[in-house]
């Protein structure tokens, strides 16, 4: 698990040298039979720079276009991911009070 400092600026430059590499290798080092990389409208994200490299690795990702349009109903991180989280964050005791201790628990889980 990643984390950036809070006063940490995510640029696209940053996300796709830092943070892109690390986030595909720890998805790739998980899962079983390949994963899907979904992309939100964060401006890192949507930065042509960003977009210029998932142009080029276009054979492991499916591009932006290919999405479904912005629906809760096909937007598998509010429902798979974060509800699995959740449910683990529930069970785990005592309750972090502070971003140091959630940050500890977030990686037990």
């Given at each position: 698990m990643l984390f950036i400092?809070?006063?940490?600026?995510?640029?696209?430059k940053r996300?796709?040298?830092?943070?892109?590499?690390?986030?595909?290798?720890?998805?790739k080092s998980h899962a079983m039979s390949g994963f899907i990389l979904q992309q939100d409208g964060v401006p890192a994200r949507?930065?042509?720079?960003a977009q210029n490299w998932f142009?080029?690795?276009?054979?492991?990702?499916i591009g932006k276009s290919e999405w479904?349009?912005?629906s809760p109903d096909v937007n598998h991180l509010d429902y798979h991911v974060?509800?699995?989280?959740?449910?683990?964050y529930k069970i785990f005791?005592?309750?972090?009070?502070?971003?140091?201790?959630?940050?500890k628990v977030l990686?037990?889980?």
């Open positions: 400092p809070d006063s940490a600026k995510v640029n696209a996300y796709i040298e830092l943070l892109l590499p690390r986030l595909i290798e720890e998805c949507t930065a042509k720079l142009a080029a690795n276009s054979s492991e990702f479904p349009p912005n974060w509800g699995v989280t959740l449910e683990h005791h005592p309750k972090p009070k502070n971003t140091d201790e959630l940050k990686q037990l889980i």
